[in-house]
């Protein structure tokens, strides 16, 4: 797709991000009403009424106080807020990229491992919802034990328990999953 090159961002247009330290992060933002885009893990970033060169030095910003030593940011827009008909009619269409989230699933869950799912338009995933989206858990899987690791602000691993049965039941909230976050599912300890 052919970026889109002059004037200020404003709502309505679709803007690309890479960021070459880490893909995560790469997607198709599109510019809110507010103003911002909504990037998966960093949260709402204000981007109208600036030139792509300063919305990705913002996102460049965001992310290396938040997530990364450095980010090498690449922002083009690829669409506008609003085009001529004459344009639409002649430009090739393609589907919206949805941003994707990197999770890692580690225990008794039907596909362990790595996982990239892409985000729901609300930019909310619940920790169970991303489970089941990556296979669910396995037999044996001890739900009153699963567990959620994430990096603080140190960077230290912070466990966050999950309360599976709750959600099932719905008498809980499903936490919000985040980028980079691990899904620890123990094994059902058995007496004899």
Do not use: C, W
């Not at 669910?136 to 009153?144: I, K, M, T, V």
């Amino acid at each position: 797709m052919k970026p889109l090159v002059g004037g200020s961002i404003r709502p309505g247009d679709t803007l690309e991000l890479f960021v070459e330290e880490d893909d995560a992060f790469n997607g198709t933002y599109p510019v809110r009403e507010q103003g911002d885009i909504i990037i998966p893990s960093v949260g709402r970033i204000q981007v109208a009424g600036l030139s792509l060169g300063s919305a990705g030095s913002r996102v460049q910003t965001e992310l290396q106080a938040r997530h990364l030593k450095k980010a090498t940011v690449i922002l083009d827009r690829v669409g506008r807020a609003s085009v001529p008909q004459e344009a639409l009619a002649s430009a090739p269409t393609a589907p919206p990229v949805a941003p994707k989230m990197t999770i890692y699933l580690n225990g008794k869950v039907n596909r362990p491992g790595q996982h990239r799912i892409d985000l729901p338009a609300s930019g909310y995933l619940g920790v169970y919802e991303a489970i089941l989206i990556a296979g669910g858990l396995s037999n044996f899987a001890d739900p009153g034990r699963v567990h959620v690791l994430r990096n603080d602000s140190e960077g230290k691993k912070q466990k966050i328990p999950v309360n599976i049965t709750g959600i099932e039941q719905g008498l809980v909230k499903d936490p919000q999953i985040g980028n980079g976050d691990i899904v620890v599912v123990p094994e059902k300890v058995f007496g004899f």
